[in-house]
């Protein structure tokens, strides 16, 4: 089992940059396949990226394709979201997402996909 906690968000205006951070409890965050999603209250919660147990391979969902970048430091047990050129729609609670997996360069791009889930950060882009 691992635990997951989210930290980096924060206030910040339209068009700034912000990185946020999930560090994995156990020391074991090299056996899971990564994911950020994020959601707004009455929402779904949605896809953003996710990254495979090696950091070799990723995944983003369209509209973050250019301004979002997921990596990962298996030797901190840290995953982390660059998040560029944020605008108001933006704003959302985010969340990470791990889950144990065999295959090293597997990516998952599902709620359902995943077993662990962080309390999310909330970030909020004011216009």
């Known amino acids: 089992q691992v635990q997951l906690v989210e930290s980096g968000g924060g206030l910040v205006q339209a068009g700034d940059s912000l990185r946020l951070s999930c560090a994995a409890s156990?020391?074991?965050?090299?056996?899971?396949?990564m994911g950020w999603f994020r959601q707004v209250p009455g929402k779904e919660r949605e896809f953003l990226s996710a990254?495979?147990?090696?950091?070799?391979?990723?995944y983003y969902a369209d509209f973050v394709k250019g301004r979002f970048t997921i990596s990962r430091d298996n030797s901190k047990d840290e995953v982390y979201l660059e998040m560029n050129s944020l605008n108001p729609e933006d704003t959302a609670n985010y969340y990470c997402?791990?889950?144990?997996?065999?295959?090293?360069?597997?990516?998952?791009?599902?709620?359902?996909?995943?077993?662990?889930w962080g309390q999310g950060t909330q970030v909020t882009v004011s216009s």
């Open positions: 997402a791990a889950k144990r997996i065999v295959f090293e360069n597997t990516v998952l791009a599902r709620t359902t996909d995943y077993d662990y």
């Open positions: 156990g020391r074991t965050a090299s056996k899971y396949a």
């Open positions: 990254i495979s147990r090696n950091g070799k391979n990723t």
